[in-house]
């Protein structure tokens, strides 16, 4: 997405506290509503690094989400982020096939009742 000058806004931003450590971290998703930040949310709930995980959208009228994670022992919040991400692809790539599957079938079945 360009911005007001013209330049390209970045889609992700990693927002870290001044000596935290790698395993607290904010992401900022921007050009995203509650659709990926729910489906998000809980690919990395599953992941058991993870201690606490949690999004919230900054205002109805902007379309960014504040994403936060926060990992057990030195594992850098970034890795279940990944892992998320990886996992949903993965998921929803899945259900297309199913679904494209599916309507394959459907219409074969209508094509032979004719």
């Known amino acids: 997405m360009a ?7 970045p889609v992700l931003e990693m927002v870290q506290a001044d000596g935290a ?3 607290c971290v ?3 998703l921007h050009e995203e ?3 990926l930040g ?7 709930m599953k992941n058991l690094d993870v ?30 982020l990944r892992r998320g991400l990886t996992e949903l692809t993965d998921l929803c790539q ?7 599957k599916r309507v394959s079938e459907f219409r074969s079945q209508c094509e032979e009742a004719e």
């Open 51 to 80: 201690d606490f995980c949690g999004y919230s959208i900054t205002h109805p009228s902007e379309s960014k989400i504040n994403f936060r994670i926060q990992t057990r022992g030195a594992v850098p919040a970034v890795e279940p």
């Open 33 to 35: 509503d509650h659709t």
């Open 21 to 23: 450590d790698e395993g």
């Open 26 to 28: 904010t992401f900022v």
């Open 38 to 44: 729910n489906s998000l949310r809980y690919m990395v």
């Open 94 to 100: 899945h259900v297309l096939n199913t679904f494209e």
């Open 3 to 9: 911005g007001v000058d013209g330049e390209k806004k």
